[in-house]
């Protein structure tokens, strides 16, 4: 998984390609609960997505802008547009992950 290094980085993932960001934090039990399944998840998608993680804490000014408010959360985008968002402060078990993930309708 990648790890997002600046805002400009996020606008040029964002807007070319098929990109899931995964807002989370080192101090985070529920974000450190996907831990385990994440590398199979990337695996499973990877033809489909990149999967890029974000420090909310490094980017707290993106998360208020895009109005995440509790993590672990997802968003995915596709050549700049939002195709969906699984965001809230709840844990997220690997069957929500992956039917959040089928359930997007990205173009590849």
Not at 24 to 32: H, S
Request: proline share 3%; glycine share 4%.
């Amino acid at each position: 998984m990648l790890n997002l290094k600046s805002i400009e980085e996020f606008q040029q993932l964002k807007n070319k390609g098929a990109h899931v960001f995964l807002f989370t934090a080192d101090w985070c039990g529920d974000c450190r609960f996907l831990d385990p399944f994440l590398p199979e998840i990337e695996e499973k998608y990877k033809n489909k997505y990149t999967f890029v993680s974000v420090n909310r804490d490094q980017f707290i000014d993106l998360c208020q802008e895009l109005d995440i408010f509790g993590i672990p959360s997802f968003v995915a985008y596709q050549d700049g547009k939002e195709l969906g968002r699984f965001v809230s402060k709840d844990r997220k078990t690997k069957e929500e992950v992956e039917n959040f993930l089928d359930n997007l309708n990205a173009a590849k």
